[in-house]
């Protein structure tokens, strides 16, 4: 069966960095764009980042711009997000999610997702 899993939340200060896992089975990895979507409470689910097939990265979100990068390791179908400089704003379930090929910003156009990591920036 198709499965992403999420890895790497966590709580940390502002300032601070974390490294999250995209660990993806169940279908061809190689073939699919894989997008980071963060979700508040009470607020809608919004793309962050993707990286498309080719390997080329799509920022969606202008705050992270500078902060935030993505990479893919296709030998280990998993897809990574570095966020750097972490700000309490940032604090949300972040979720990856597999679309073919292409990057897309809106999360009714991924096929798959995962469950979500928590990730808590406070002091």
């Known amino acids: 069966q198709v499965q992403l899993v999420e890895s790497g939340g966590g709580l940390v200060q502002p300032g601070g960095s974390l490294r999250l896992s995209c660990a993806a089975s169940g279908f061809t990895f190689h073939y699919y764009a894989i997008g980071w979507f963060r979700q508040a409470p009470g607020k809608e689910r919004e793309g962050v980042l993707c990286i498309s097939s080719s390997d080329i990265s799509t920022y969606y979100a202008d705050s992270v711009k500078g902060r935030f990068t993505i990479s893919r390791d296709n030998a280990k179908n998993t897809v990574y997000l570095q966020m750097d400089s972490l700000k309490p704003e940032d604090t949300a379930v972040y979720y990856c999610?597999?679309?073919?090929?292409?990057?897309?910003?809106?999360?009714?156009?991924?096929?798959?997702w995962g469950q979500g990591t928590q990730v808590t920036v406070s002091s």
């Open positions: 999610a597999a679309n073919r090929w292409t990057c897309r910003s809106h999360p009714y156009e991924y096929d798959y």
